[in-house]
């Protein structure tokens, strides 16, 4: 299963343990402008994450690097995380 209804469901079946770190940017602030987060797999700390430091070249290529939700961004970059 790719998919999960929560964070700790999916880092439990892609690495074995539900405390796997997550970082969701918008969680902490119900104010700031994450309006529709954009997910995405950030590689210096081996988590997807919502913040807006990544390269906006990416922006050109969305399908391939942003992602909806941090599940989605689970489940595309798993491959990339064993």
Do not use: R
């Not at 770190?21 to 402008?33: L, M, P, R, V, W």
């Amino acid at each position: 299963q790719m998919l999960h209804d929560t964070p700790e469901s999916c880092c439990n079946e892609i690495f074995g343990n539900p405390d796997c770190e997550i970082t969701d940017e918008c969680a902490t602030d119900i104010n700031n402008s994450c309006t529709a987060p954009v997910w995405h797999y950030d590689s210096e700390n081996h988590l997807c994450t919502n913040h807006g430091n990544y390269p906006m070249m990416w922006e050109l290529e969305e399908e391939k690097y942003l992602y909806q939700t941090h599940e989605e961004c689970c489940e595309k970059n798993a491959s990339w995380l064993q």
